[in-house]
């Protein structure tokens, strides 16, 4: 391999056998095959944490069919996926979305990532000698407060991520969204105004469209008991508008209540936590043959249109295709062993198992029959 | 479905959507999600226990490629699939084996079955409107001696089965074989002895090929301790020929000793226990296309030649086919959705998800989030 084609302007470029795009399920076996087939192997994400949809919008709901757990939650699948592939040690970047993705005359890849949140991460650059994207439905991103200006405030009055967000000692904070997320925010800023905190906001309000929230019964308790004791209020309504004052700083938030009227909320700080929205993204500038925004691959190397770009999981199409995290494993199966007869085409690869051959069992850091 | 079909000779056919050939890992996930689907399953086995392979010839051996499981034995992947299955409650007939399957003019199979060792079990015989071979690489059969007579004294001097065997009382056993099976077989024999049991056999012989012993320590341990105590003798060697008296009663059998000489023991009884051989079978009868003995099949609706006869796991081929469990929990996922389609052709089946469907959650008798 060759990296020579590093500019001097950015860093020196990572170089791996393989570069898979996406840590949910299908993310972490793909790169668990990887492994497995002796390929080293850079896993990238746009969440801060591995898991993808399984984390991110399912934690602990129960999942029945994946083979041999009766039953798991998606935090415990992704637990388990974390704990199988970590003997292979491949290296996450998360918090990251690939913008760029071009072919080399060498036949590898040149890929680059830059930070979602633009929060301290650095971008990055690999020489990938093989690319898997494993991501679902696309690239998950916070739901972004649709309104006139709002884009302008993000970062100063307008917030994504309580980690993100700067103290709001003394401001009027309204608090967008009814998940489990936008409550806990809620219930941290108010818990700091009960307990007389110096960096307490002046105010908080939680805004919902409805007045049911999805969240955990005790969470729903907490805010309860803040609401009586005048810590915070809890509207419904739609946001409709930003207020700001003439050098453009926030002053407060236009709602359309249940009533369906315009009502003014004092808004000196927008927490807003609207959930998860997946965005396919960059995925769709790379060339790549496409059905109805889903990557079109075969169904015995699962190879996208370019050779040595391989796509498994929720994001390919193929006749027969079923969205289920058991294909998505097969899949990614397939494709470790299409791009290990890629890149050493003179080697045979006779088929290993894990049970039998020691080769395996040595990468897995595993001594002969220990489980015995 | 009619059941009109049934002679008078036979009992009653049973009637299920789904017939299953093999209970091992592929077979009972074929079962899975056959019934979370809602169709009906009864599962077949040649083998007394399911879980084919897993159990047969690995138990204890761990694999490491099950996603989410780091580690199991093939033993515990059965009793975890085992377990999942429960609540769909596919109807079991093990012991048995295929030996006709005939297409029906409804569009559905005439399938029947007999006991594989004739010990107690009836026939069965079956209208399926679909049939799912799930029999990886045959069905298995204990390994026979094959030497000249030995056919014609199964069931009364030669035998497979420590269950099946008669009292051995005051006879000369040779116990063939070197593996755990066969230890045991020969240990329990030879604990008569000692113990001066009245049932016991007047001697007890192992024979094996060579002087290693494929068994668990203290098995071999045992062994030891009882040819101290004289109770029983090792011999290395191969069987060669049977000594028959006049009447054609077995008397002894004509090994070659390690040093290539012919040498006789004293013989009476002949406990074979060779290990499992498979067997394709009837199988290669049915008028299905084959390629190397495997059964080719498309990667849609892993469908055979014969429309609503699928095939799926270690016994199939299609390009790019690595014979993993992974895979085949794949192609039963997909073959149940295409026998779904078929036999309701008229009504949609949109994917539905375990961790959301009431459906499914009430088939699987999962209350809505008991995993929470």
Redesign the interface.
């Known amino acids: 391999m060759s990296a020579s084609a590093g500019s001097a302007a950015t860093p020196a470029p990572l170089l791996t056998d393989a570069l898979v795009i996406g840590a949910g399920?299908i993310g972490l076996?793909q790169a668990?095959?990887l492994g497995?087939l002796g390929l080293s192997c850079h896993i990238v994400d746009a969440l801060p944490q591995a898991g993808g949809q399984c984390t991110a919008l399912?934690p602990?709901?129960?999942?029945?069919?994946?083979?041999?757990?009766?039953?798991?939650?998606?935090a415990e699948?992704i637990e388990?996926?974390l704990?199988?592939v970590a003997p292979l040690a491949p290296q996450f970047h998360l918090g990251l979305e690939i913008d760029t993705l071009r072919v080399r005359d060498d036949g590898g890849f040149e890929v680059h990532a830059s930070p979602v949140h633009g929060a301290g991460l650095a971008s990055v650059h690999w020489h990938a000698r093989s690319v898997f994207i494993a991501a679902g439905v696309g690239a998950f991103q916070p739901r972004r407060l649709k309104l006139p200006g709002a884009e302008a405030l993000e970062g100063r009055q307008l917030h994504h991520h309580a980690s993100e967000a700067p103290s709001l000692r003394h401001q009027h904070a309204v608090v967008l969204g009814g998940d489990d997320r936008a409550l806990a925010w809620a219930i941290d800023l108010a818990q700091g105004i009960a307990a007389g905190r110096a960096d307490a906001p002046a105010s908080v309000t939680l805004l919902h469209r409805r007045d049911v929230y999805t969240a955990e019964p005790t969470r729903i308790e907490q805010l309860t008991a803040l609401v009586q004791a005048g810590a915070m209020q809890c509207r419904v309504g739609q946001p409709a508008a930003l207020q700001q004052d003439a050098s453009g700083r926030l002053t407060g938030l236009v709602i359309t209540n249940v009533e369906g009227q315009p009502d003014t909320l004092v808004a000196e700080a927008l927490c807003v936590s609207l959930g998860l929205s997946p965005r396919l993204g960059p995925v769709s500038d790379w060339g790549l043959a496409l059905d109805r925004k889903l990557l079109q691959v075969d169904?015995?190397?699962f190879e996208t249109s370019i050779a040595g770009v391989y796509a498994v999981g929720d994001i390919v199409s193929?006749?027969?295709k079923?969205?289920?995290i058991?294909?998505g494993?097969?899949?990614a199966?397939?494709a470790a062993?299409?791009a290990l007869d890629r890149l050493w085409p003179e080697t045979p690869h006779p088929?290993q198992y894990?049970?039998?051959s020691a080769l395996?069992?040595q990468r897995?850091c595993?001594p002969e029959?220990?489980?015995?």
């Open positions: 399920p076996w668990f095959q497995l399912y602990d709901k129960p999942i029945y069919d994946i083979p041999g757990l009766p039953v798991c939650t998606g699948l388990r996926l704990t199988q169904t015995a190397r193929y006749p027969g079923k969205k289920l058991v294909s494993f097969h899949e199966t397939l062993h299409a088929l894990t049970s039998s395996l069992q897995l595993r029959r220990d489980g015995r």
